[in-house]
């Protein structure tokens, strides 16, 4: 007789809901975004959808989430132990130069993240290592070309950003230059789209400063 499947919601708001599902082989978390607001579901089923292209490009990296299945606006992807960035506050080396490596891996199969200046979106795992979660907005391309290059940039300025925050001491000169070096798509993100972003997130969907990707 097969176990039965247990459902433990982690999250809920105008987007779907957010569970932790056993029962299944493993632990899983489940994005359902069949019960997101009805004038949203368009926009957290397409929102599930780049999820789900960006997990199966990047099927076989270490340290990212498996996709399971994507059907009927339900996403499924394989759970990972860990804590978030902002509570475990890694202060090690080694972490950093692992989560480099991690998104050159990621960069090399075509796939940028778009969203790692939050901290929810790193992951430090049981044994120490990070991990990425969240690919709702990743971009997928040729890695070589010019946008996928310069948004992959913008991918690893985040990571040191919170290098700085955490471990700064460690900080090369060639770290600080890059960190001192302002893309055109980080300002016009600034300039227009850093402010609908937090209207929407902070007073439509609640959310604080560190929530929206942790899971």
């Known amino acids: 007789m097969s176990e039965p ?3 433990r919601i982690l999250k809920r708001d105008l987007f779907g809901t957010i569970a932790e599902v056993q029962g299944l082989p493993g632990r899983a978390i489940r994005r359902d975004t069949r019960s997101a607001a009805f004038g949203l579901r368009w926009l ?3 929102l599930a959808g780049r999820e789900a292209r960006a997990l199966q490009r990047l099927q076989g990296v270490p340290a990212v989430p498996r996709l399971l299945c994507f059907e009927g ?3 499924e992807r394989s759970h990972l132990g860990g804590e978030v960035m902002y509570r475990a506050a890694p202060r090690e080396l080694a972490y950093y130069r692992e989560a480099r490596r991690l998104l050159q891996a990621v960069h090399r199969r075509g796939v940028v993240h778009n969203d790692l200046a939050k901290e929810a979106n790193w992951l430090q795992l049981d044994d120490g290592r990070p991990a990425l979660v969240d690919f709702q907005i990743a971009w997928i391309g040729r890695p070589r070309a010019p946008l996928m290059r310069l948004l992959a940039r913008e991918d690893l300025r985040h990571l040191l950003k919170h290098k700085r925050m955490y471990c700064p001491q460690h900080l090369t000169p060639v770290e600080k230059r890059l960190l001192k070096r302002q893309s055109w ?3 016009l993100w600034f300039a227009t789209g850093k402010r609908i972003y937090r209207f929407l997130t902070r007073r439509v969907l609640g959310w604080r400063d ?3 990707g942790s899971y």
């Open 44 to 46: 957290a089923r397409w």
């Open 73 to 75: 606006g339900v996403l």
């Open 210 to 212: 560190r929530e929206g």
């Open 185 to 187: 798509i980080r300002r």
């Open 5 to 7: 499947i247990q459902e």
